[in-house]
């Protein structure tokens, strides 16, 4: 249960990596806004900004080259009334072996937390997360994000990602498919270096069975290959590519939403203002 107060980081929470958000920055800006907090949930979120809880590996899957799924599972026995929760978009901090790391949840339940990750090949800590085992224990706080999604506040949403960005888009799709009075439409861009290397495909197949789901890839290698459901092109997400893109869609009843690494949010967020678009989120 959530405790009245947001608790007192110690000196010894923070890891000194760096990691956005940091610990004490969190409990700055909780203090400032405890009182405002909703509190009339009949379920407590069992993750916390502020204090790390221990989650056991459940399942571990690698997709292709690049990326595995990692499922968490709370480790107490007994969650009483809580349970976990997110809102879609939303991130938490891993915390492995004294490296911590921000992680989108592409999807979750009342116990579990399923990240996908991508594995870098001259990165020592991902290559450790995907070496773990089940059963392992991993620190996780969180959630963070200021990004809420409102039901047909806009007509459409104009998705823009690159590499493992693609994990804060699809909560939100799957939000809006699963929500019958949901009307927005949705044009998902990502771009991947060669399909082979493009994570739950599957997943973006069947989303795009729904009326108001569009799935575009750019891929820079063997654009040839066809996937049903899903439009693939050669090239990569750039000025000329994004605002062809933008051209189709009105900025004053639009949503754009941008993950990627920060040269290219940096890069297209400045490019979507030129365009007028003004109605925009930055997934950092």
């Not at 700055?28 to 790390?52: C, G, R, T």
């Not at 699809?170 to 019958?180: A, G, N, R, T």
Request: aromatic fraction near 10%; include cysteine.
């Amino acid at each position: 249960m959530l405790s009245n107060r947001p608790q007192s980081p110690k000196e010894e929470d923070c890891c000194g990596n760096s990691c956005n958000p940091c610990i004490f920055d969190v409990h700055k800006n909780l203090l400032k806004q405890w009182e405002l907090k909703k509190l009339n949930s009949k379920s407590n979120n069992i993750l916390e900004p502020l204090v790390y809880k221990l989650f056991k590996v459940y399942e571990l899957k690698q997709l292709n080259d690049d990326y595995i799924t990692l499922i968490l599972r709370y480790s107490d026995k007994e969650i009483n009334d809580g349970r976990v929760i997110f809102n879609p978009g939303q991130h938490v901090v891993i915390n492995y072996l004294k490296w911590s790391k921000p992680f989108t949840p592409i999807s979750w339940s009342d116990d579990t937390i399923t990240f996908l990750i991508r594995i870098y090949a001259d990165g020592i800590n991902t290559k450790r997360l995907k070496n773990l085992e089940i059963g392992e224990l991993i620190k996780v706080r969180g959630p963070y994000g200021d990004f809420v999604y409102s039901r047909n506040k806009f007509k459409s949403i104009v998705m823009l990602s690159i590499g493992s960005g693609l994990a804060a888009f699809l909560p939100i799709i799957k939000s809006i498919v699963d929500d019958e009075e949901d009307e927005t439409r949705v044009c998902l861009n990502a771009g991947f270096r060669s399909l082979d290397l493009v994570p739950l495909t599957r997943n973006l197949q069947l989303f795009t069975d729904y009326w108001n789901i569009e799935c575009n890839l750019y891929l820079t290698e063997d654009a040839s290959k066809k996937v049903n459901g899903i439009n693939i092109e050669k090239g990569r997400i750039d000025e000329r590519i994004c605002k062809c893109i933008l051209d189709n869609y009105s900025a004053s009843s639009s949503l754009v939403l941008i993950c990627g690494t920060e040269k290219f949010n940096l890069s297209l967020e400045k490019w979507i203002v030129e365009c007028n678009f003004m109605n925009y989120h930055v997934f950092k």
